[in-house]
Nanobody
Framework: QVQLVESGGGVVQAGGPLRISCAVS????????MGWFRQFPGKEREFVAT????????RYADSAKGRFTISRDNAKNTVYLQMNSLKPEDTAVYYC?????????WGQGTQVTVSS
């Protein structure tokens, strides 16, 4: 079974950058899609960005376009989310996701806090 472990969250000042990572272990397939979601307190998890495992095809939520970049290093089995120009409203728990053979797997989440 595939496992995901996020890292890199923390506290950052508004306007600053932060990169979070997701290490993937277990079996992967060229059809897998990797993604980042986030969850605000009391809200449902929302989509942030996604990338195909082999093709590098990416897609972003409107809130992430122009500020966030999703990338992956297949040699390291790691997916990244580079976040720039962070805003206090980006404060959330960020979750790594892999959609594999029609099933979703999630990491434990990493807290990102943007101070004003």
């Amino acid at each position: 079974q595939v496992q995901l472990v996020e890292s890199g969250g923390g506290v950052v000042q508004a306007g600053g950058p932060l990169r979070i990572s997701c290490a993937v272990s277990g079996r992967t397939f060229s059809s897998d899609r990797m993604g980042w979601f986030r969850q605000f307190p009391g809200k449902e998890r929302e989509f942030v960005a996604t990338i195909s495992w082999s093709g590098g095809n990416t897609r972003y939520a409107d809130s992430a376009k122009g500020r966030f970049t999703i990338s992956r290093d297949n040699a390291k089995n790691t997916v990244y989310l580079q976040m720039n120009s962070l805003k206090p409203e980006d404060t959330a728990v960020y979750y790594c996701n892999i959609r594999q053979l029609g099933r979703d797997y999630w990491g434990q989440g990493t807290q990102v806090t943007v101070s004003s």
